[in-house]
């Protein structure tokens, strides 16, 4: 069995991100060396974050961390909530012009008087290790070289490591944001997998879910997956991160939690993420594959071989 999954006594195995991400990261290292010796220095990855949100502050913070432990250089632009549009644009403009930047990430959501498609258009596409960009998002549905969006990344690397072949298994996403559900509907099609997206407005879901063999729940609701939507066998991947009140663990006290109720679930299925410690470390493990491969295509070399079969 591989470090990823963890078997569980009377329960489905447990799909480890964390220990999953920690070989992409080794993955993204050795990229960062085969890399540094022809581009003349480390790969880059600019990260900008605007506003005061706690817990977007603690994924960054995160993100910095791996970078800098992966060998490549990380900067960190921090704005307030009251940056005009047009200063985050011109901030955008500047990472673009700068040859040293690879890879360029601004923090989702950003405050409501900013433009949110405005500031991911400015990306140039060749530094856009998000995948945000129209061109990234042409480029996944036309099945032409590019830049993939890094959680449904995640996503389609834990299934293959659950499962091998995906070839023919039924997935149902649960949410079509540009960020999660729709590039992952289109990467499990690139798997040949049947794949349906379901959303705010699907009648029956649980019905629906009941025939899934992949179940991808990113949709933003505390538990809203129950143990009997779950078809028998299935594997489950739960993207949600939700901080919901513990008053269990102290007056104040908040706990982190996916959009699947995992103590159902996992009595159903067979292979499961949890969350803390399942899809969302795998996210920050492909930005990193993703700022080495942007790297090696911006100085015209092919994908290091570490990178290049993930
Ligand atoms: N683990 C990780 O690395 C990451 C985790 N996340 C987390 O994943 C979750 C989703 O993120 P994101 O895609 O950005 O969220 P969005 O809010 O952009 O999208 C949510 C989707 O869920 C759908 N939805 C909402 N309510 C229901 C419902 N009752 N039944 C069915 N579908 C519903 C919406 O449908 P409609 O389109 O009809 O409105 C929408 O498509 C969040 O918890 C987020 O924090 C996000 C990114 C990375
Ligand atoms: N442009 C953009 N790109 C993103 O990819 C993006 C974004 N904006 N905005 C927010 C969401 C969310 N997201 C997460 C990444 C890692 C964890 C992660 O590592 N979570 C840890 C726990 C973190 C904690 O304890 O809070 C875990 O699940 O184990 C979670 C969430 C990326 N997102
Ligand atoms: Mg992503």
């Not at 977007?56 to 060998?71: F, I, L, M, P, Q």
């Not at 299934?159 to 996403?173: F, K």
Request: include cysteine; aromatic fraction near 2%; charged fraction near 20%.
């Amino acid at each position: 069995m591989s470090d990823a999954i963890k078997s569980v006594d009377g329960a489905a195995s447990l799909l480890d991100g964390k220990a999953a991400a920690a070989l992409i990261d080794s993955r993204a290292q050795a990229g960062v060396e085969a890399l540094s010796g022809p581009l003349g220095r480390a790969p880059c990855l600019a990260v900008v974050l605007v506003g005061e949100d706690p817990a977007s502050h603690v994924y960054v913070r995160n993100k910095v961390k791996r970078t800098e432990a992966s060998g490549m250089r990380s900067i960190e632009i921090k704005k307030p909530a009251d940056l005009s549009e047009d200063a985050l644009v011109a901030i955008v403009e500047d990472l673009n012009a700068d040859p040293g930047v690879d890879g360029i990430l601004v923090q989702m959501p950003l405050p409501d008087h900013i433009d949110s498609r405005r500031v991911i258009e400015t990306i140039d596409p060749d530094k856009d290790v998000d995948g945000l960009t129209a061109a990234s998002a042409g480029r996944l549905v036309q099945g032409a070289p590019g830049l993939r969006p890094c959680t449904p990344s995640g996503c389609v690397w834990l299934a293959r490591e659950a499962l091998g072949d995906l070839s023919g298994l039924h997935v149902v996403v649960i949410g079509r944001s540009i960020l999660v559900g729709k590039p992952a509907g289109l990467l499990f099609l690139e798997q040949n997998c049947t794949v349906t997206l379901a959303h705010s407005r699907t009648k029956d879901l649980p019905g629906l879910c009941a025939s899934a063999d992949i179940l991808v729940a990113a949709v933003g609701r505390p538990e809203m997956v129950k143990g009997e939507w779950i078809k028998p066998g299935a594997t489950v991947l739960d993207v949600g991160i939700n901080r919901i009140d513990a008053p269990e663990r102290g007056e104040g006290k908040t706990r982190l939690v996916g959009d699947v109720n995992f103590e159902q679930a996992a009595q159903k299925a067979a292979f499961i993420t949890p969350v803390p410690g399942g899809v969302g470390p795998m996210t920050i493990g492909f930005l990193l594959v993703n700022t080495v491969r942007a790297a090696a295509a911006r100085a015209g070399l092919d994908y290091p071989a570490a990178v290049a079969d993930l």
